[in-house]
């Protein structure tokens, strides 16, 4: 009982410089119900970078997400985070460094839009960055678009709206790793370029920005590197053109896949042949 | 802030044409949120909710004390609300000047306000047989609804209560066994004593038996409970077959729950465990609230949740297992009083757990002036009172949250 009341002193994140690894995953496998999940998976998370994980259903796509976030520690290889082993930072040393936006949104009380984006900052209480809660709370709000149902209760708003208020929390954390699974599903048109404009953002300040997406053509047109994911393992990782071809997709989601150039040069286009 | 984002958006956009009126008019909209955001959406209200708790908090404070003026006051030998206030003010004040003697400074406190029970019997009734009751009632109803509100968080779900994880079945096999056994190691404190421990016994196997790989699952947690709760009224049953007709009314009556005859001493036993309780409870208050986003979100936030169910778990089986030690089993008080809170307070812990503790204390005290003066000469149960009142009250409850938006409130 007093080991457990006990407080322990938190490490604090220090900063860690453009272009360096802030995670990484290496040869991880991980097994789940007897079914091998992840096989010799290998990458890099770099700051100052929006890393998409794209790749069919199935392709773990979510489980390397839970690796690299530390919920699940993989069987084979090593998980890295801030330099050190994942599992080896306590929950709270793990919430300094990186925050989660998992793909299912749920509340059991029903709390408002505001509490709910106030808990981003709970990492940070008793610390000096605990300064820092009004004004990261309120650009939080603002870069989520979610300022103008601040007093709604979390459980009366729809899917969409819930799914950009949890976003506010995941950027009120403030952290220099930001992990999101399949943020923009519930989301219009608008707001799914708003949340990956968002993650460009983020990186552009030096965070690293890991974003699980179905939509690939989203993927090529924010992701600095794309890493396919096929029955679980790494089919490929690179830039956009490197990575979004004709023939890797086409194998990949065992469908006919086609990749057209933009008519004025922006990101190529990614149509399923019909 | 809001010009960063339409310059990455611009990039992102470029050569769609019309990148530079979308950005400007997203900068625009940002801008305008964020404005309602620092001024509208964020300050003024949280103000007005802070305003709230206050009020509730103050206005549970003072119905505390009306109740338990007016509950010392009644009974057969009646005594007025002043002579009640004046008689405590009297003791107070020469309980300070003692202290304060005794650290050298004599003074004469101007605390002897009002007059002294008009009756000969007025002091030893209040002091010997009303003040031990009513301050239990305190106690026992403050650590009941605390420990229902620290369920309904751990669990992440409004229905839970402490019965759930075997505290009372296992509580109440311990005082039926003493009954039967008429085992009498501790004197008078045997019964509240093996209640305890059994209590706390019951509420660990179930913990201890839910945890597989390092992780309890919720609904593991409450089937597990549901099976040691049956294993626990089986045993009770047995004791209860197998006892003398003496034993056998001692054991039902204490199924029924009951303050009668309560005394400083079991005040004292109670007072510190609902008092450490009660104080863990504040302290895991943030933690609660980041724990209805679910298991995985509060790991994510920097919550060690396995760590905070056991705590949480090992300070409700502490709450409610010194509550009906001497009091016996009382029933939805933990249900209906965190409830009853979170609707005026809203579900933010840090005011619901305290706002619970005085809301239990009301009800108990009311409850139990009620059950003692109901009916003259007559001692209802205290368990058949709250359940009686609380079970329709819940319906009502029920009823209200389905017919409204968004469900439970």
Redesign the interface.
């Known amino acids: 009982m007093s080991r457990l009341l006990a407080p322990r002193r938190r490490r604090m994140p220090s900063r860690i410089g453009p272009g360096e690894a802030v995670a990484a995953v290496r040869g991880a496998g991980v097994v789940l119900g007897g079914a091998q999940i992840l096989h010799d998976v290998s990458l890099d998370v770099r700051t100052s970078e929006v890393l998409a994980l794209v790749g069919p259903n199935g392709a773990g796509k979510s489980t390397l997400l839970s690796v690299l976030t530390g919920d699940i520690r993989p069987e084979k290889g090593t998980a890295e985070l801030c330099g050190r082993a994942t599992h080896e930072w306590s929950a709270a040393e793990s919430a300094m460094r990186r925050a989660v936006l998992l793909q299912q949104v749920n509340l059991s009380f029903p709390f408002t839009v505001v509490e709910v984006v106030a808990m981003g900052r709970a990492p940070w209480a008793g610390t000096e960055r605990e300064n820092d809660d009004e004004a990261a709370i309120a650009e939080a709000m603002a870069v989520a678009d979610v300022g103008a149902f601040a007093e709604r209760r979390f459980n009366t708003l729809s899917g969409g709206e819930r799914a950009r208020v949890a976003l506010a929390r995941v950027l009120a954390q403030r952290t220099q790793l930001v992990l999101l699974d399949e943020p923009t599903a519930a989301l219009d048109l608008h707001h799914q370029e708003m949340v990956l404009a968002v993650a460009r953002q983020r990186a552009a300040a030096g965070d690293a920005v890991v974003v699980v997406l179905h939509d690939l053509n989203l993927a090529a047109g924010y992701a600095d590197r794309v890493a396919v994911l096929s029955r679980g393992a790494l089919a490929s990782v690179g830039s956009a053109s490197e990575v979004l071809t004709s023939e890797l997709l086409s194998d990949v989601y065992t469908h006919d896949v086609e990749v057209l150039k933009h008519p004025r040069g922006a990101a190529p286009i990614i149509l399923p042949r019909r | ?2 010009t ?2 339409s310059t ?2 611009q ?7 019309d990148a530079a009126q979308t950005g400007s008019s ?1 900068a625009r ?3 305008k ?2 404005i ?3 001024a ?3 300050t003024a ?2 103000r007005a909710r802070r305003a709230r708790a206050t009020l509730l908090i103050g206005g549970l404070a003072a119905a505390l004390v009306l109740v338990t003026v007016v509950s010392a006051g009644r009974g057969q030998l009646e005594i007025s609300p002043g002579e009640v206030t004046g008689s405590v003010m009297h003791r107070l004040d020469s309980g300070l000047e003692w202290l304060l003697t005794r650290v050298g400074i004599t003074v004469d406190l101007p605390l002897d306000i009002g007059s002294l029970p008009s009756h000969a019997q007025g002091e030893n009734t209040l002091w010997l047989v009303r003040f031990p009751r009513v301050v239990l009632a305190i106690l026992v109803g403050a650590a009941l609804a605390t420990a229902g509100a620290l369920m309904q968080g751990i669990f ?3 229905l839970a209560e402490p019965a759930l994880i075997g505290v009372s079945p296992g509580a109440a096999v311990g005082a039926s066994l003493v009954f039967v056994t008429g085992a009498s190691f501790l004197g008078e404190w045997t019964a509240p004593a093996a209640a305890f421990t059994t209590g706390l016994f019951a509420t660990l196997l179930v913990y201890a038996l839910s945890r597989s790989g390092g992780r309890t699952e919720v609904v593991t947690l409450m089937l597990t409970g549901v099976a040691v709760t049956a294993v626990a009224f089986a045993l009770v049953a047995f004791n209860t077959f197998v006892a003398n007709p003496e034993a056998r009314e001692q054991i039902v009556f204490w199924q029924l729950g009951s303050l009668n005859g309560a005394r400083w001493p079991a005040v004292n036993a109670v007072l510190p465990f609902v008092c450490v309780g009660l104080v863990v409870a504040v302290v895991l208050a ?1 933690s609660l ?2 724990l ?3 298991d ?2 509060a ?7 396995e ?1 905070l169910r ?2 949480a778990i ?1 300070v409700v089986a502490m709450l409610v297992g010194s509550g009906v030690a001497f009091a016996g089993v009382i029933g939805f008080v933990g249900l209906v009083v965190p409830h009853l809170m ?1 609707m005026v307070a ?3 812990h840090r005011v619901l757990l305290p706002a619970s503790a005085l809301g239990g204390a009301v009800l108990l005290v009311g409850a139990d002036l009620v059950a003692r003066t109901a009916i003259q000469y007559a001692d209802l149960p205290l368990g058949m009172l709250t359940a009686l009142v609380g079970g329709p009250f819940f319906f009502w409850l029920l009823r209200r949250t389905r017919s409204r ?5």
């Open positions: 802030m809001s960063e984002i990455t958006a990039h992102a956009d470029q050569g769609t044409g997203r909209r940002d801008r949120t964020d309602e955001a620092r509208g959406g964020s209200p949280v992440g779900n409004p943030r609230d980041l209805s986003l679910g995985k979100a790991r994510h936030l920097g919550v060690n949740v760590r056991i705590v090992v979170r809203g579900p933010g938006a968004g469900g439970w409130a």
